[in-house]
T-cell receptor, first 113, second 113 residues
Framework: GENVEQHPSTLSVQEGDSAVIKCTYSDSASNYFPWYKQELGKRPQLIIDIRSNVGEKKDQRIAVTLNKTAKHFSLHITETQPEDSAVYFCAASDGGSQGNLIFGKGTKLSVKP | DGGITQSPKYLFRKEGQNVTLSCEQNLNHDAMYWYRQDPGQGLRLIYYSQIVNDFQKGDIAEGYSVSREKKESFPLTVTSAQKNPTAFYLC????????????FGEGSRLTVL
């Protein structure tokens, strides 16, 4: 089955710097890769996603890149702000007909003002 | 106001007791999911349902049971057979199954005394 590895588990940056979180997946049939943000005490929310027919997607300060050959995808946050502090989860669809998501273990991002 | 509602938010249970967590959605989504979240473990799929009166086991279904008698409702029962039930439980729904955005509830924190 699908396995998703996420690194780093914790990340601390200064406000205004960039942050990069990386994930690898094992199932070459995976075709959907979302990223969720979970602020402390709140529910996870989708912030960006990418499908396997696209190599890169941007939404303001957030971008995701996908390398299907290497089976890895990354989240890039530029000009970080304190409100970006949260736990970020990557996920990959399991390649089956149901397309269930397999989540990484999360990255706790801290942005220091 | 559309959304997904979980109850109760906090629940305490004695060992050997079954407990049922409620999940209701008014988003008209066909697919519903239960995830378990433990510190440093990401989100792990317990059960999912793509349609009324049908559901499938996820990766960690042992000790849990579900029902899907109505489109809006997907309750999860944590049975006494679950060896380590203390955790944070998240319910989610999706319009497009696993290949679309998951909308999460606020979660239920279960503590076994």
């Amino acid at each position: 089955g699908e396995n998703v590895e996420q690194h780093p588990s914790t990340l601390s940056v200064q406000e205004g710097d960039s942050a990069v979180i990386k994930c690898t997946y094992s199932d070459s049939a995976s075709n959907y890769f979302p990223w969720y943000k979970q602020e402390l005490g709140k529910r996870p929310q989708l912030i960006i996603d990418i499908r396997s027919n696209v190599g890169e997607k941007k939404d303001q300060r957030i971008a995701v890149t996908l390398n299907k050959t290497a089976k890895h995808f990354s989240l890039h946050i530029t000009e970080t702000q304190p409100e970006d502090s949260a736990v970020y989860f990557c996920a990959a669809s399991d390649g089956g007909s149901q397309g269930n998501l397999i989540f990484g273990k999360g990255t706790k991002l801290s942005v220091k003002p | 106001d559309g959304g997904i509602t979980q109850s109760p938010k906090y629940l305490f249970r004695k060992e050997g007791q079954n407990v049922t967590l409620s999940c209701e959605q008014n988003l008209n989504h066909d697919a519903m999911y239960w995830y378990r979240q433990d510190p440093g473990q990401g989100l792990r799929l317990i059960y999912y349902s793509q349609i009324v009166n049908d559901f499938q086991k996820g990766d960690i279904a042992e000790g849990y049971s579900v029902s899907r008698e109505k489109k809006e409702s997907f309750p999860l029962t944590v049975t006494s057979a679950q060896k380590n039930p203390t955790a944070f439980y998240l319910c989610a729904s999706s319009l497009a199954g696993g290949l679309g955005e998951l909308f999460f509830g606020e979660g239920s924190r279960l503590t076994v005394l």
